[in-house]
């Protein structure tokens, strides 16, 4: 810390370095800006880890401002986020390493209500959440897409900002890098430093999350995290989803139709019309059940609904295919290795 470094009388020192992982969206302007605005205690050092597989310049980073000198770019050439914040990880000095996306917006008060959340932290205390707000539309309901990010604000342990006790997590082997997405890397890590004995709470900063923009396919895409899924369910057991206070989600759900719609076809090259016709029938009341849960929260424009129909009838076969993969893949995996 310098001289410079702005703290309320009486405040005691604390001493940390941010982590942000990022494939040079635009979003990571703001990113930089706000914490330039709201890091009051400044972190030590702040670790830019550039994990574009294929890098056509170099990041902008004029959003960093005050803390351009405290700025260490490193780059992991498109390994995922849980390499990319491995990498910050390998080189950070401070007691406490704070992991930020590059798409969110730390409040104001961040760097102050960070101090008191690390002061607070008692010695079995691992990790450190802040608490996020995803802004949605006042004046129409939210999309399938923009409810799906809402969910953030009741996620547990997610990294978009967390703090954790730096040598602990080196002694845990850091992130698990064979989830390759931006999924279920945050809650893997969070299981296993509870196994070990440690506790995370929640702190008092906060952090707003926008809703980053997306196609109609975004849904779809979405699907692969089955496969990071069945991978926790390999690592962490059956009951992983409660320990992690996840949502279950509807893979039963997407099974059953896609079992639905296989038997039909299945029936009908068998020559069992009748019988095809009931499974046909299980698999489009299925379908639809499904389109009209996401339908019906809103807005009901046209785009949209066209969008949750197609979709709807795409996702439960993708969902169960990508889960099914998971499973053969990630069968027999060990635990994650020791130290990154």
Known sequence: MTAGDARRPGRPRVSYSVVIPTIGRR??????????????PAPYEVFLVDDRPAADGPLDTV???????????????????????NAGLREVTTPWVVFLDDDVRVGADWGSRLADDLAAADPVTVGVQGRLTVPLPADREPTDWERCTAGLQDAAWATADMAYRTQALRKAGGFDERFR??????????????????KLTRGSRSTLHPVRPADRMVSVRAQRGNADDALMG??????????????????PRHLAV?????????????????????AAG????????????????????????????GTSVVI???????????????RGTA??????
């Not at 979003?27 to 800006?33: G, N």
């Not at 996840?246 to 893979?251: E, I, K, S, V």
């Open 27 to 40: 979003c990571l302007t703001d990113c930089l800006e706000a914490l330039a605005a709201a890091a009051v």
């Open 63 to 85: 959003g960093a401002g005050p803390l351009t000198d405290r700025l260490r770019l490193l780059a992991t050439h498109g390994r995922g986020p849980a390499a990319a914040r």
């Open 181 to 198: 997405r931006a999924f279920r890397e945050d809650a893997d890590l969070a299981l296993r430093m509870m196994d070990a004995g440690w």
């Open 234 to 251: 390999h690592l962490h057991g059956a009951d992983w989803w409660g320990r992690a206070a996840a949502p279950r989600g509807r893979l």
């Open 258 to 278: 896609t079992v639905a719609g296989l038997a039909a076809a299945g029936l009908i090259l068998g020559g069992r019309p009748r019988a095809a016709a009931v």
């Open 282 to 309: 299980v698999w489009a009341l299925g379908t639809a059940e499904f389109a009209w849960a996401r339908i019906a929260p809103g807005p009901r424009t046209a785009p949209e609904v066209v969008t949750m129909i």
């Open 316 to 330: 439960p076969p993708l969902a169960v295919r990508h889960w099914a993969v998971g499973r053969v893949r990630h």
């Open 335 to 340: 635990p994650w290795g020791v130290g990154p």
